[in-house]
């Protein structure tokens, strides 16, 4: 039962059992929210669902959904390949009751799960509750017959879960796992909590207010639930293992990467194969969603997450593009519970093969470039904004790329000197600009590069400044 595809779908059918609704994943590309740059958890295709804005056939649904942090609110970039927890791309096992069942059984459902199905040992498991909800604090006691010292009041917005500035919000209960004394890290809410012994798994949220102006609150009359649970993270329980890189699923990815390259995923080189097989799953599945690499957007996140990992690939020595021989790896693995991979298959393979191929060449004069500037310096140093912007401007180094080369290294970037440096860039571009003479088209296009703000746009494109295009 282990495997990361039963593991999904024992979780499917458990909660289809229990009256919900199979529902697919939606697309990453919100639909119809341009204020969310991808989905990010299991609640985005219902929110319009829990607002009463529309109506669905059911009242209880359960999903397998794609989710993408690596930009926006939740940016889980930075983590990847340093925490055992976090990915770009994950899927978020959720279940959603709309106006239909409550707290009571919502937590009776989880426990359920993960102590009867799952065979989860209580004596591993920590629970969270907002501080003030006494309500959820009685039941997991009653329910689950933790002691009191496993269910953990927290006073943070980690536990009270808002849609936006107004909406319904409410608290929640997270439930964790201790891998073992001997993994650094404390239970929530400890000065230590955020290493990698006590993994949250699951995320319950009690949707029922609604927050309608700034100070006021009302009780929803039909309150909600909404769930998410990673599944790599579940995977890793299941499977006795205590990083989520060691997973079926991503064992196969990095085995495929340590063939391709000749290396081995230890030591230094470790980090490398995990940015690279976590990058590799965010970059198809948002291709085979449509986003495609540009300079602006949702599409320069994409870019900025593929060069990232093609970083890595030339770390690890890789002579020739890597990402796109990955491919039939992921689709092995995912291609039967996604089939759009499958689909895509071939715009996958030459999307990767074309980027990689274009900034290999100027990665290694980057990188020279970068090494020099950086010659001198060490742990706790600070690499000069203007280098950064112009490994940005004329290497096409988006800032988290150089960020992430100079990680290990202890050395940090003057992000104020960075973002000095484009201004004084757009204000020479403004000076110089004949454009159509248009002012309302000016106003659009200047408008729109503020608005994206200096790491989401390439303001000038590399490639042509370097002739490839
Ligand atoms: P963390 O505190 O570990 O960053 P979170 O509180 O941000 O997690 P939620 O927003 O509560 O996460 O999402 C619900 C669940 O989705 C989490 O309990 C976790 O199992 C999973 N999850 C969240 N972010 C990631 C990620 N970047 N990679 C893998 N799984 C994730
Ligand atoms: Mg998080
Ligand atoms: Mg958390
Ligand atoms: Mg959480």
Not at 136 to 163: C, V, Y
Not at 185 to 205: C, K, M, Q, T, Y
Not at 221 to 226: A, E, K, L, T, V
Not at 239 to 246: E, F, L
């Amino acid at each position: 039962m282990s495997g990361v595809n039963s593991i999904r779908t024992a979780f499917l059918d458990y909660f289809a059992a229990n009256g919900h609704r199979i529902v697919p994943s939606s697309p990453l590309v919100p639909l119809n929210d341009p204020t969310l740059m991808f989905t990010n958890a299991g609640m985005v295709q219902f929110k319009n669902v829990f607002t009463g804005l529309e109506k669905r056939d059911y009242a209880r649904a359960v999903t397998s959904q794609k989710c993408v942090r690596a930009g926006g609110k939740h940016n889980d970039l930075d983590n990847v390949g340093y925490t055992a927890r976090h990915h770009t791309f994950f899927e978020m096992l959720g279940n959603f009751s709309f106006g239909d069942y409550f707290k009571d059984e919502a937590i009776t459902l989880a426990w359920k799960l993960i102590t009867g199905e799952f065979g989860l040992d209580p004596e591993r498991l920590l629970v969270t509750v907002y501080h003030t909800d006494d309500q959820a604090f009685d039941l997991w006691r009653k329910i689950s017959g933790l002691h009191e010292d496993r269910i953990i009041r927290i006073p943070t917005h980690d536990n009270f879960w808002q849609m936006g500035d107004t909406g319904p919000c409410g608290p929640c209960s997270e439930i964790f796992y201790d891998h073992g004394d001997h993994i650094w890290g404390g239970p929530p809410g400890s000065p230590e909590e955020d290493g990698d012994r006590f993994i949250e798994i699951w995320n319950l949220v009690f949707m029922q207010f609604e927050q309608t102006t700034a100070d006021q609150r009302v009780d929803l009359p039909r309150p909600s639930i909404d769930t998410g649970m990673g599944l790599e993270r579940i995977a890793a329980v299941l499977q006795g293992v205590h990083d989520n890189y060691d997973i079926d699923l991503f064992k196969a990815l990095i085995s495929a990467s340590e063939q391709l390259t000749h290396t081995r995923a230890e030591g230094d080189r470790q980090a490398s194969h995990r940015v690279i097989a976590d990058h590799l799953r965010a970059t198809s599945f948002l291709i085979a969603d449509g986003v495609l690499p540009s300079n602006e957007g949702r599409g320069y996140v994409l870019r900025r997450i593929m060069r990232r990992a093609m970083r890595h690939a030339h770390l690890l020595g890789a002579e020739e593009p890597l990402m796109h021989r990955l491919v039939p790896a992921l689709i092995g693995e995912m291609g039967e519970a996604y089939p759009e991979l499958g689909r895509a298959r071939a715009l996958i393979t030459e999307t990767l093969r074309l980027e990689e191929t274009r900034f290999r060449k100027t990665l290694e004069r980057g990188l020279g470039l970068l090494n020099e500037a950086t010659d001198q310096l060490g742990d706790g140093d600070e690499l000069a904004g203007e280098t950064a912007f112009k490994l940005y401007d004329t290497y096409g180094f988006p800032l988290d790329l150089t960020q992430d080369a100079l990680r290990q290294r202890g050395i940090s970037v003057d992000t104020d000197g960075f973002n000095a440096a484009m201004e004084r860039q757009k204000a020479e571009a403004r000076a110089n600009w004949s454009g159509s003479g248009d002012a309302a088209d000016e106003a659009v296009w200047f408008g729109l590069r503020d608005e994206l703000g200096a790491t989401e746009f390439l303001g000038y494109e590399t490639e042509k400044a370097e002739g490839i295009i």
